[in-house]
Structures are given as structure tokens and as C-alpha cells.
């Protein structure tokens, strides 16, 4: 592991505790994965055959929005909402370096025991 | 996407030569790059000084949670506390497992970290089932949007 691998790691950490924390919620998800289609689409069109209230639905964007994975515009009268998946490509890429961690170490519980 | 790490090692050497190497604190500072002050105790704080060059200044801690022979051996720590400005023990650690199964010429050893997201566990495998695909399938949806976009 590089040095600066390492210590941007800690800064990114919290974030990504953040951004994983904001994902671990039913409706959240449901909620990036109809984003995930493309169009930028308003709170009417994203509360559309749900159960859950519009009032819920806009809680449930903005913990999105607090983290960076969702970000709105104004468009006329209505916030259209979009998804920004760089938190979550850097989520992957921070898990990747952790792994590779585990090889390394991995590797040299392996070399110790096979000696 | 998952907020977990696993990985699968197959070792050529029996699950109590293993077992050694997991859980005899010397043995596990050789190739965890750490000089552990003392034994492993379950449930009880573990804390040592970093080998690993570069990183002689930086105190390693962690809690053991599990030790059962030969099977099981745990502990939760931050991974890469490494700043000693940082008090990293309000943060919520993850938890590391090895697991050990004897096989035909030595031992499986599935090491698991999990806990990224400081979710209960419970809750957060029901949000990541979530539709048939589950998240693996969502990320490819996003994937596919980015590409779309680039």
C-alpha cells in the first residue's frame, strides 16, 4: 500500500460510512435504482406508484442529496432529481483498496504456514 | 456492489498450523506487520506498534470478539486508522472474520470484513435483496448510465 493511498483512505472513509449508511435503506435504494435509469425525474414522477407519501419521498432524496448521490435542479415550478454516481464508483474504488490489503497480508499468512 | 470483503484462501498446511498463525499473537505480528503487546483474549482489547515500513509510528488496536479453535477467529478494528491525530474510537469499527474448514490437503480460509456502513445487519441485507437483481444488478444499472453519459 502507497502512503498516500493510505491516507486518503481516512478521509474518504467517513464519507463512504456516510454514502453506505444512506444506501442501507429500502426506499433509498429503490429510489437511486429508478434514477439509475437516466432521466432526471421530478418527486411526482418518483412517488408514482408507490405507497409512500411525496413528504417521505423528499426526505428519503435529501439524505440522498446530502451525500452527493442525488442532486436536483430547479426546472420551472418543480426540483428535478438526478443521480450522481461518482460516490459511488469512489465506494468500489475505496472497498478495491482495502481488498488488495487483504492480498497482501493474506499473502504472507500463506508463505508463513506453507513454509 | 457489495459493503463487504471476502476473500477465499486455500492453504496448504492443517487447520491447526492455521489456527497458529491466526491466533498466537507473535505469529500473527509476523505477517500482519504489527509487534502486539500481548496475547489474544476474547473480548478483550488487543494493541500493538505497526511494522509495516512506513507506518513504525502507528499504534495497531483492535477488540478480539471470537475464538473458537480451529473454526472461528474474530476481532473489530478501523481499517486504515493510520493517523495518530485521529481519535477513530467514536467512528464504528468493522468487523474482521477468519473462518477455518479443513480440506482434503490443508485448510479453506474465508476472511470476511464487513460493516462499511454502519447499518445493523439486519436491515442492510434487506435493503441490499432488494428486487430480484439485488445491488450487484443496480450498480450495473448505474454503470451502464455513466457509459451512456461518458
Excluded: C
Excluded at chain 1, 459511488?88 to 497482501?104: F, N
Excluded at chain 2, 498446511?13 to 505477517?31: C, K, M, Q, S
Amino acid at each position: 500500500m502507497s502512503r498516500s493511498a493510505v491516507e486518503g483512505g481516512v478521509a474518504l472513509r467517513r464519507h463512504h460510512a456516510a454514502v453506505f449508511s444512506a444506501l442501507g435503506d429500502e426506499t433509498r435504494l429503490a429510489l437511486v435504482a429508478a434514477l439509475a435509469a437516466g432521466a432526471p425525474r421530478s418527486i411526482a414522477q418518483l412517488t408514482g406508484g408507490s405507497r409512500i407519501t411525496r413528504q417521505a419521498i423528499t426526505k428519503h432524496l435529501r439524505v440522498l442529496e446530502s451525500v452527493g448521490v442525488v442532486r436536483s435542479a430547479r426546472r420551472g415550478r418543480h426540483s428535478l432529481f438526478e443521480l450522481d454516481p461518482a460516490p459511488l464508483t469512489e465506494m468500489q474504488e475505496y472497498l478495491g483498496r482495502v481488498a488488495e490489503q487483504w492480498d497482501q497480508v493474506l499473502g504472507r499468512l500463506k508463505s508463513l504456514v506453507e513454509s | 456492489m457489495k459493503d463487504r470483503i471476502e476473500k477465499r484462501l486455500e492453504l496448504k498446511a492443517p487447520p491447526a498450523r492455521v489456527w497458529r498463525a491466526l491466533t498466537d499473537h507473535r505469529e500473527f505480528g509476523t505477517w500482519f506487520r504489527v509487534k502486539l503487546d500481548g496475547p489474544f483474549v476474547p473480548g478483550q482489547p488487543a494493541e500493538g506498534q505497526i511494522t509495516h515500513p512506513g507506518y513504525e509510528h502507528v499504534r495497531w488496536k483492535a477488540v478480539v470478539q471470537k475464538m473458537e479453535p480451529e473454526r472461528l477467529f474474530s476481532f473489530t478494528w478501523h481499517p486504515y486508522a493510520i493517523d495518530p491525530a485521529v481519535d477513530y474510537s467514536a467512528e464504528t469499527p468493522t468487523l474482521v472474520e477468519f473462518r477455518l474448514e479443513p480440506i482434503a490437503d490443508g485448510t479453506l480460509l474465508v476472511l470476511t470484513e464487513s460493516g462499511f456502513d454502519r447499518v445493523p445487519a439486519g436491515r442492510r441485507a434487506e435493503a441490499f435483496r432488494m428486487n430480484d437483481g439485488g445491488w450487484s444488478a443496480q450498480m450495473q444499472n448505474i454503470t451502464d448510465h455513466v457509459t451512456q453519459r461518458g
